[in-house]
């Protein structure tokens, strides 16, 4: 695994600057850079790349410190908590109906993207599952139906091949899925087709090409104001998607035995862009690093009602619904914060600076005020005028004029 540590220096002439990067053990590399002196432009910057062997299957938390002393000690030290290298948890629901015998090609397809664990269901077992437990995330992070139209979209995303949603249906059979016959796979239409567009903007078929796509069983999806289309045949959507409980749920139409889609490489691509999408991927990618105040996206522990932030004698408390993913505000002190209440692999919070302009502190000539420039100048300059000394001078003539008036009537008298 490779580390890059970027500084920032605001110092009129240049420095060495060592920058220590210690891992929770205690283990820690020293590298020392140079960084240029500061410019009219821009600040000093330089960076360093450490190499590390970590364990892959387990959290980790890095710390960086710089040694070089100056105003502002809350940045000299940024944090950042690397996750295990994320392998879903994928359930695969096939169908038990004698009509609609289970795709043999599917499991393999998705073994190839080398899961943590496969879990092959039927139907009938899917539905013997405590929802509760399954909405938790606690067993599965994603499930995939084969010819099954699912009853209920549970809180973890699902890919559907060869279903709709609930409530929805085929226009060429005329029947919606209902919640009884969920489990049955949808009624198949006696029709064939190809795909004419399909929204390359959106996630799910980012580099899936699907010029060579013929299919049968199937005619399109019914319009519907929850319903996303994805890719479109000449009677409409054959792929498209649904937001329900906080999870999104992808849905193609036609089975895939009912397809030459297995032979070709998109339909890999589409699958690894669903588990691409997952919660925990993003964050195995990227590794979890906040700054003060920043939100937070987290998933509640299957049995926590509320998620902790502590730091030695301060405290944060959160109410969350138990499983859910839910957002919650970073504390405004850097640190290194425990969490409880969360689901692994996040145990820990760093909160950092991680902020060029604030740990810049050069005196700076203009500020940015909603997002307009604001140039520093003399306060006379543009300061409003105040009124009352003109008011009170203008009140002295005028008392002078009069005695000076009243003066001369006296005199001539």
């Known amino acids: 695994m490779q580390v890059l540590g970027q ?12 920058l220590t990067l210690t891992d929770e053990n205690g283990t820690q590399s020293v590298q020392t850079v140079r960084t240029p002196a500061v410019n009219a432009h821009a600040p000093g910057e330089a960076s360093a790349v450490y190499t590390l062997t970590l ?25 950042i908590l690397v996750p295990p290298v994320f392998r879903p948890r994928i359930a695969l629901v096939q169908s038990s109906s004698k009509e609609s015998p289970p795709d043999q090609v599917l499991p393999e397809i998705l073994q190839s993207t080398e899961p943590a664990s496969l879990t092959e269901l039927t139907d009938e077992a ?20 084969d010819h099954v139209s699912p009853k209920r979209l549970p809180a973890i995303p699902t890919l559907t091949f060869g279903g709709v949603p609930p409530g929805a249906s085929d226009v060429g059979s005329g ?4 919640p009884e016959a969920a489990s049955r796979p ?12 399909w929204d390359r903007t959106n996630s799910v078929l980012r580099n899936v090409s ?11 999806f019914e319009q519907s104001p929850t319903l996303t289309p994805l890719a479109s045949g000449t009677r409409g959507p054959v792929m498209a998607s649904v937001r329900a409980r906080g999870a999104t749920h992808v849905f193609v139409g036609f089975a895939l035995a009912d397809s030459n889609w297995r032979l070709d490489i998109s339909l890999l691509i589409l699958i690894q862009n669903v588990l691409d999408d997952l919660p925990g991927k993003e964050l195995a990618d990227e590794g979890l690093a906040v700054r003060p105040g920043e939100p937070v ?24 619904q138990s499983g859910a993913m839910t957002t919650i505000r970073a504390p405004s002190h850097v640190g290194i914060w425990s969490v409880s209440g969360a689901a692994a692999p996040v145990d820990v919070l760093p909160v950092s600076v991680l902020s060029e302009a604030e740990s810049d502190l050069r005196p700076r000539p203009e500020l940015t005020v909603n997002s307009e420039a604001a140039t520093a100048t003399y306060a006379s300059g543009v300061a409003p005028m105040e009124l009352w ?3 009170a001078g203008a009140a002295v003539v005028l008392l002078v004029i009069e005695w000076l008036v009243y003066s001369r009537q006296v005199a001539a008298k």
């Open 389 to 391: 000394p003109m008011l």
């Open 175 to 178: 029947a919606a899925s209902e």
């Open 7 to 18: 500084i920032v220096s605001s110092f009129a002439e240049a420095k060495d600057i060592t």
């Open 210 to 220: 699907l010029d060579n796509l013929r299919y049968t069983g199937f005619t399109a």
């Open 126 to 145: 899917y539905e013997q599952l405590d929802a509760s437990e399954v909405d938790s995330g606690s067993r599965f992070d994603v499930i995939v139906f």
């Open 55 to 79: 364990n892959s299957d387990a959290a980790t938390v890095l710390t960086m410190h710089q040694s070089e002393k100056d105003s502002l000690a809350s940045d000299d030290t940024a944090g």
């Open 186 to 197: 949808a009624p198949r239409a006696q029709t064939s087709g190809v795909v004419l567009t």
């Open 297 to 320: 996206t987290l998933r509640a522990d299957a049995h926590a009602d509320r998620i902790r932030l502590a730091q030695q004698s301060a405290s944060l408390d959160f109410a969350v």
